[in-house]
């Protein structure tokens, strides 16, 4: 691709600390999952299931800044009062923040335009609307982050297309299972399957790229993942003057209307 990257496989870092930080996550995912089922968290609403859903079935939990589906406006995800403190005991564990800050980290090291691309618009964005509350905001750029919970996170075939279009995902796969055996993820554009072990992390276009991921083989094998991305609208909305693109173009109708009403009006003004 002319020296340019599509996909970047990231592999797991040489620390030794770095893979008991990764069960410790698996652990508190696997923990936020029992609890949820257990205290009616996760009971399907009028408007959607947590555990079957376009991407599979199994329990996904997303937090954070976005804009789309008819809201009027960039706002904080809306979180039911039983799935709050799940989500707040998460984002605020420690390991789960290292993995978080890795992924944003390794987005910088790859794309470090594009990351600057989203250090922009995003700062521009809480500037404007400071009511907007990132999950890892002292430590990754992303504004948004799904923790798929389990117990066999198995995606299927799809493009998350309400992603920024030019963007990238991260990707961090958690659990106990055999990478040579299952879990893998496929990219099925690219035609590729790559194996991909727990506490190894991919940065892919996932709005424009076709991926999911195979069954986990195995007697009690759990596997998990948690995404960071950013939604394509958040940055609309800033290129449009922190308005929708129905108000952005209402107002140049308006203009153009007064325009044809009064075709002078400009021309008069400038000779004044």
């Not at 521009?124 to 890892?136: G, Q, T, V």
């Amino acid at each position: 691709m002319d020296g340019h990257g599509l996909v970047f496989l990231v592999a797991r870092p040489k620390d030794p600390t770095w893979m008991p930080s990764v069960r410790n996550a698996a652990s508190a995912m696997t923990q936020a999952r029992v609890e949820g089922k257990r205290n009616g968290a996760f009971a399907p609403s009028a408007s959607k299931d947590p555990f079957n859903h376009r991407r599979g079935n199994y329990y996904a939990i997303p937090t954070g800044v976005s804009f789309g589906g008819g809201s009027v406006q960039p706002g904080n995800l809306g979180i039911p009062g039983r799935l709050k403190a799940i989500i707040q005991s998460l984002c605020q564990h420690n390991d789960i923040k290292r993995i978080a800050g890795f992924q944003s980290g390794a987005f910088a090291f790859y794309a470090p335009k594009l990351y600057n691309v989203y250090r922009s618009y995003l700062s521009r964005l809480y500037d404007h609307s400071p009511h907007l509350r990132p999950n890892f905001p002292t430590c990754s750029i992303f504004p948004a982050c799904t923790f798929n919970l389990g117990p066999g996170t198995i995606t299927v075939d799809h493009m998350d297309y309400n992603n920024v279009a030019y963007g990238l995902c991260a990707i961090t796969a958690l659990g106990n299972f055999d990478p040579t055996l299952g879990g893998h993820m496929v990219l099925f554009d690219l035609g590729l399957v790559i194996e991909f072990p727990p506490g190894a992390t991919i940065l892919i276009p996932s709005s424009v790229l076709r991926h999911g991921n195979t069954p986990v083989v195995g007697e009690g094998v759990q596997r998990m993942s948690m995404t960071q991305y950013c939604s394509g609208g958040l940055f609309r909305w800033v290129d449009y003057g922190f308005q929708t693109g129905t108000t952005l173009k209402l107002t140049a109708a308006e203009y153009a209307g007064r325009r044809r009403m009064f075709p002078h009006a400009s021309s008069n003004a400038d000779s004044s």
